[in-house]
């Protein structure tokens, strides 16, 4: 890059999105969404059914005009450029693939587009069918291939012009469960070989966590959560998010005291101390939503006096843990996870035990906005 | 089991009765064949002394030849002119997003449900003044209104099975619109597209309310030619004229079938 241009995260953005906004008549597919995505990052776009990650691809690709806010590609604003002057390479869902040309011909088609000469082609043709490991099949119809196959072709069309940005809308969809875990990880090397920078559409959240150096929690138009894998499970800025991301028990508290060592709360159950999530502010008083892991739940068998009493509704065998599911005092459940040899996972249905949580884990969200 | 024998029967009385009808529909036409090669002067039927003069009479005829190549001229120049008008307006009407989108889809089909005769009237008064009546440029024109609905449906029908995402595919791997349109979404049409081409052919080869009332006195159609001398001059070679009509229409209904089922399994 030849100007050295500093945005917020102080690296250098490939791409960043400012306030974009599209609405379709009264729904508002984009609403207001700004991210930076830096050099050969893999970030996944990540949301329930209509949550506007494919209009936010759309907006990306060019296919969709914004309504409002800018997007730049290396500090250049192409929120008007067409679509096939981007240099923006995209797999489509269902692939895409054009019927009517082979496999060569498939991924010959953007060299041939921007002039490239004859020979130059097929020796990148070749490259990227080598690259996407699916060499011999040149002259095969894309009618011949199976769904993993020609998924291959359509990354190979993809990355043959070497486009600074690789979009994916949900590329492993239409696969079948061990074709799709297999192909997460070859996708996940290639990209890194490459140093691809990726933007990756899925409502998968295990896809979107196995792959991502970042993932965008999309809801309703807007990004959530803007964080690593790792952030958004052990951090979630909402309860949406913690919802969204892994197991998590969500119940509704009151706020008794603000200390500095965190919020002491009044839940139906007993009290309880849980740590705000950055940004927001609470009084006294105020109703909050409340969020705990599972797994950061410790079970204690007997009646002891510092936890919350509770009694063992059923524990259910998954593998490597067992689910304890607690009826509380107000009758509402929780759900724990304890270790298979642990005592607490044999215990029978009745019995008593007792719950806590360190304050750390207990999420404190404001409430109404899950 | 008597419950397979049940239908057996039944489709075997329903087969009966379509061809039934089936014959009843087609005799007519069929009944011109052995009339074209009676020996007699006049239509007679059934037909004595089989010969096949009245053939030779019709190859022979200066103006019935004149009127078969003006036909096939016609008819040529509007499956060029109404394919590319239709096929455009077709991919417009489905990929456009431009308003009167669906006025435009009333209006270029609406001559499909309009009575050939109020059409033939219309074009006849508009023609006139012009001087467009008996022209080649006039024929065209007027059976171009006839035929682009045949392409525009046609070529509907492919572009329906071409998913959008492809030519969004092709956008995205640097083509412009129109080479997209030329490299991707044309190909993948071709057999609606011909289809079309072949349908608009039949339109204006069969076509006989417009031709009577625009044709000139040096160029008419066959089918005008046919409604003169079934007044005039009513000989077999007319039979003759017809079967070799027939043939032409149904050959090009076997192609038009031949292409769809291209495009069904392509
Ligand atoms: N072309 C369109 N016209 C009108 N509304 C649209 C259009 N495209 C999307 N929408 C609306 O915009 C919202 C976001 O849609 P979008 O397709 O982006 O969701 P998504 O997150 O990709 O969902 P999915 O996971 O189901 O693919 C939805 O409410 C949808 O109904
Ligand atoms: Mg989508």
Known sequence: MMTPHKNQGGDSAALSI?????????????????????????????GPSGSGKTTLLMLLAGFEVADGGEIRMRDRDISRVPPNKRDIGMVFQRYALFPHMSVA?????????????????????RAALETVELTGYLDRMPAQL??????????????????????????????????????????????????????????????????????????????????TPRELYDAPASAFVGDFIGEINLFDAKVEELESGGIKLASGFGPLTGTPVPGATFSRGQKVHVGIRPERIAVRAGAASDGWQAGIRQTIFNGSNVTVYATMQDGQELRATVAPNDREASLARGEAISLSAAPRDVFVFPAGAA | ????????????????????????????????????????????????????????????????????????????????????????????????????????????????????????????????????????????????????????????????????????AALNCGASRWRALWEVTLPLILPGVAAG?????????????????????????ITRKIFEDVDFNLTPVIAAVSVVFVLVTVALMVAVNLTQRGMKRG
Not at chain 1, 29 to 34: I, N, R
């Open chain 1, 105 to 125: 011909q498939n991924v010959a088609f953007p060299l041939r587009m921007r002039g490239v000469a004859k020979a130059d082609r097929e020796a990148r043709v």
């Open chain 1, 146 to 227: 199976s769904g993993g196959q020609q998924q291959r072709v359509a990354l190979a069309r993809a990355i043959v012009f070497e486009p600074g940005i690789l979009l994916m809308d949900e590329p492993l969809g239409a696969l079948d469960r061990k074709l799709r875990k297999h192909m997460q990880v070859e996708l996940k090397e290639l990209q890194g070989r490459l140093g691809a920078t990726v933007i990756y559409v899925t409502h998968d959240q295990e896809e979107a966590l196995a792959m991502s150096d970042r993932v965008a929690i999309i809801n309703a138009g807007r990004i959530e959560q803007l964080a």
């Open chain 1, 18 to 46: 400012r306030s974009l906004v599209k609405r379709y008549g009264s729904v508002v597919a984009t609403d207001g969404v700004s991210l930076d995505v830096s050099a050969g990052e893999f970030m996944s776009l990540l």
């Open chain 2, 1 to 168: 089991m008597p419950d397979a024998l049940g239908t057996r029967a039944f489709r075997i009385a329903f087969a009966a009765c379509c061809a039934l009808i089936l014959f009843y529909l087609l005799l007519p036409t069929l009944l011109v064949f052995p009339i074209s090669l009676g020996g007699d002067p006049y239509i007679r039927f059934p037909p004595r002394n089989l010969t096949l003069d009245w053939y030779g009479a019709y190859f022979n005829d200066p103006e019935w030849r004149a009127a078969t190549f003006f036909s096939l001229k016609i008819a040529l120049l509007t499956a060029v002119f109404s394919t590319a008008i239709g096929t455009a307006a077709s991919i417009a009407m489905a990929r456009g997003s431009f308003p009167g989108r669906r006025l435009l889809g009333v209006i270029v089909l609406a001559p499909l449900i309009t009575p050939h005769v109020v059409v033939a009237l219309a074009l006849y008064f508009q023609f006139a003044p012009l001087g467009l009546v008996g022209t080649t440029a006039g024929f065209v024109a007027a059976h171009c209104v006839l035929a682009v609905p045949y392409v525009v449906l046609m070529t509907s029908a492919a572009l329906a099975g071409v998913d959008p995402s492809l030519e969004m």
């Open chain 2, 197 to 221: 081409a072949l349908f608009a052919f039949l339109t204006s080869f069969d076509e006989t309310v417009v031709s009577f009332f625009i044709s000139g006195v040096d160029n008419k159609t």
